[in-house]
């Protein structure tokens, strides 16, 4: 294989890695926003908070990672469902990891939640990338 043709296929993989990170980036703006904003109005539970602020951006999430991210031609069917079950995961890792992490060891809620976002981010990339937008084959 040719040095071109092996960056080629890495060129590609960066960027979709960069555009992968951009939607992220706008959807951890809004996810901070929504849970600061939940944070000063409410004394509900950490977690409860985490979670609200988390599930509101999945449709935001999923129409621009299927379109934008992965160029998916995934139908909806297929895709769709796959795709929540990656971002409900994460939500419950989010949840569980902002519930251990204020709630019963007491430790700063933004320092938590900046530890669960690498963690979620990984798995949501990896569980996107090779299932939910994988390329059909066949």
Known sequence: MPLRDLWRGREARLLELLRFGSVGAASSVIYFALLWVLT?????????????????????????QK????????????????YAVVHLSGMAINGTLLWLGVDVAGWNYVLVQCVAIGIVTTGSYLGQR????????G
């Open 67 to 82: 379109s934008f991210t992965f160029k998916s031609g995934r139908r909806h069917q297929h895709a769709g469902p796959r």
């Open 130 to 137: 090779f299932w939910a937008f994988q390329p059909h084959h």
């Open 40 to 64: 000063a109005l409410t004394t509900w539970p950490t977690a409860v908070r985490g979670t609200l602020a988390y599930g509101s951006g999945i449709g935001f999430n999923y129409l621009l």
